[in-house]
């Protein structure tokens, strides 16, 4: 009667780096780093726990629908995170955004809807995210 929840990735499986240019859809599962540029909607596998991470110097032209979503680049289109939606300094979304729990930090801009609640709850976790020493 009682199933258990899935939880968000916490590592990062899968990579688009900078200067690279995907067009087209991407379905995705586990953890996903966007460094580059997509134009086409990013969704994870339904019922799967993914993350999401928009870098600062990244642009997504389209729809996201993942579970756990980190943004600090650009997104030009809805963004809907099923449970946890974190925008960082850098994030600027133009559309609307729907999402269980935000983390919003200032600078983050929105240009659209915030409609708390309206996306799909599921258990909360936090991702870090290590900088590797240079």
Known sequence: MFGKKPTPQKRIDSLIGAGTVVRGDIIFEGGLRIDGQVAGNVTATEG??????VSEQARVDGKVEV????????VHGPVSAADYLELQ??????GDVAYKTL????????QG????GSAEPETAAVVELKRSGK
């Open 48 to 53: 799967k726990p993914a993350t999401l991470v």
């Open 67 to 74: 579970s756990h979503v980190v943004i600090n680049g650009q």
């Open 89 to 94: 300094p850098k994030a600027r979304v133009v």
């Open 103 to 110: 983390e919003m930090h200032v600078g983050a801009v929105v």
């Open 113 to 116: 809807r915030l409609d708390p």
